[in-house]
């Protein structure tokens, strides 16, 4: 397959969460647009930025007039789960040429990584292919996000109750259909039901730490549970 | 906001998120990764994508929500089951998402 055809399986598989973005695309738009911000302004943040949820809270940021550290240390912390990524990442990516190394972290965003990073465990993707698929899924999502920007910007205030229509379930489904097919053994229940608990009851968390400390403790339960078993099933080896 | 502040702030929200980003994959080449690390980032897709949705589902503004009134947590255990029984991605998100808006019209919410 060439590189084209495995852009295109990347897009192909981020467009559940392209559709489930288009609204807070539009939403960051008309945010930026109502708090009096120049619609540059919105492109800027969209195009170089390029971070959802930390753009999201940058504008409440920006309308509290909170000074400019406080903002880039919002920004820090709420995107602080992309170093898991990153590091989740790395085999798949260590071979690559450092242009392409640069090029894939500008689109480590949390739905690229969601699309492409089962493609490995599937087979769908492969180190020979892999950035190829990626880059599809982030151009991809990419193009979306900046247009959506624009037109929320222009006419954000034009589609009324936009962000009550629910399109943001499509995530939630991806996802869900993302997570199922890891779930057949004892330690990937354990990660998935610690996640589930954990981060309901510490969603009220500033900046996006609920999810951070959910996601480590829900890792480290799948780590323990893995260990233990491994250890019992060596045991049991070396006494046949 | 003066426009310097503004660009102050693209510009330093810019560098840490891709700072955040990219500073392990420059190192990649060289990174060694230990084994139990190794081992505990294969539970970061499930923990981390559970993490994020579930408040979503489960939770409304008023506090959890686990009702079949909440199409929200309707859709999710409808795509939930439905990966299960029969792991295929695109039936689980059609399933979600029919069950969801279906829940939607019913419930008025």
Known sequence: ?240 | MSNVELLLIIVGMFMVTYGIRVTLFVGANRAEMPEWLDKALKFVPVSVLTAIIAPMALTNDQGLAVSLLNPWFVGALAALITGLVFKRQLLTICIGVVVFFLMKMVTGN
């Open chain 1, 1 to 240: 397959m060439n590189l084209f055809q495995n852009a295109q399986r990347g897009a192909l598989a981020s467009i559940p969460m392209i559709i489930g973005g288009i609204p807070f695309g539009l939403l960051f738009g008309s945010l930026a647009a109502a708090n009096d911000l120049s619609i540059w302004f919105a492109i800027a943040m969209s195009s170089i930025v390029f971070a959802g949820s930390a753009q999201f809270v940058a504008l409440g940021l920006i309308a509290a007039d909170a000074p400019l550290w406080v903002i880039i240390l919002t920004t820090f912390v709420v995107n602080l789960r992309h170093i898991l990524y990153a590091a989740d990442l790395l085999r798949f990516v260590k071979h690559l040429p450092l242009k392409l190394r640069l090029l894939m972290g500008f689109g480590l965003i949390d739905e690229t990584y969601a699309a492409v990073r089962p493609m490995f465990d599937m087979g769908s993707a492969d180190k020979s292919n892999g950035h190829q698929v990626y880059i599809g899924s982030f151009l991809s999502f990419y193009l979306m996000w900046n247009i959506t920007t624009i037109m929320g910007a222009l006419a954000g205030e034009y589609i009324p109750g936009l962000s009550e229509w629910g399109l943001e379930f499509a995530m939630v489904a991806t996802f869900i259909g993302i997570v199922t097919p890891y779930l057949k053994s004892a330690p990937y229940w354990g990660a998935f039901v610690v996640a589930i608990v954990c981060s309901v009851l510490f969603r009220d968390m500033p900046n996006q730490m609920g999810l951070i400390v959910a996601t480590l403790l829900a890792v480290a339960t799948g780590y323990f549970l893995d260990t233990m078993t491994t250890n019992k099933n060596a045991k049991e080896t070396a006494h046949v």
